[in-house]
């Protein structure tokens, strides 16, 4: 198939520039050899494209490892004598955003939610100056730092704006109907399906299909909330304890 891209595209002197196109996405699974013109390319499980990492397993340690280098290169504010209040708003304006961009496409599952989650928690800690070796309740750290925004809060509020421009929006578009597009010819596969994009929102929703709902811009936004703090299980937990 790339080969024939390459001849199709030569035509209209288009053709497939074999220096530049150094990597493929394959899994372990796929052991054939792919060329351009003779000239093997490499095979990677995973590659960095327009920012993000487009792969199978490493986008959430990516994510996180590049908001660590955000808040070490901010550490003269966050470790210095600065009110909580001026650390939370560079905080909101720089780690939050290099942290969460691109999760509304990601399947948020627990581990995905877990990672940002205890980051966040630790770096709260040295804005802090409480050492990480020191026990306290992560209740107790954000009455301290209220004004700071959730990460794992703020990517599913992402996500739900996300769906409901795709809902209003998507219609023949290639981004509407690569999220809904469903491979499911053959057999079932055993044991518990892979999780969808599209199953948080069903979860919430009494009817499975979200784009009706989304439809309704005013009732989406009412709903906005509440999916994002049900999404994140630990602050669902604090707004039923109302601290």
């Not at 999220?179 to 009494?206: A, C, E, H, P, V």
């Not at 509440?226 to 604090?238: D, I, P, R, S, V």
Request: proline residues 1%; contains cysteine.
């Amino acid at each position: 198939m790339l080969n024939e891209l390459h001849e199709k595209s030569k035509i209209a002197e288009l053709g497939i520039n074999v220096g530049k196109t150094s990597q493929i996405i394959a899994n372990k699974e796929y052991e054939q050899d792919v060329r351009i013109e003779g000239r093997k390319i490499e095979k990677k499980e995973d590659v960095v494209y327009l920012g993000q990492n487009i792969g199978f397993n490493k986008k959430v340690k990516r994510r996180i490892k590049i908001g660590w280098a955000k808040f070490w290169a901010l550490k003269r504010i966050f470790k210095d004598t600065f009110r909580t209040s001026i650390k939370s708003k560079v905080f909101n304006a720089c780690i939050v955003p290099a942290v969460s961009y691109g999760l509304q496409t990601w399947i948020m599952r627990k581990k995905e939610k877990d990672g940002p989650q205890v980051m966040q928690t630790k770096m709260e800690k040295a804005m802090l100056d409480i050492k990480q070796i020191t026990r306290i309740r992560t209740s107790e750290i954000k009455k301290k730092m209220l004004e700071n925004k959730n990460i794992v809060e703020e990517c599913l509020l992402r996500k739900w704006d996300w769906a409901g421009h795709l809902a209003r929006h998507g219609g023949d578009k290639w981004t509407g109907k690569v999220t809904d597009w469903y491979f499911g010819y053959g057999n079932r596969n055993r044991g518990i399906q892979k999780i969808r994009w599209s199953n948080d929102f069903k979860s919430l929703l009494m009817y499975k299909i979200y784009h009706r709902v989304a439809m309704c811009r005013p009732e989406w936004q009412k709903l906005r909330r509440g999916f994002a703090q049900k999404g994140n299980k630990y602050f669902w937990g604090l707004s039923r304890r109302k601290l």
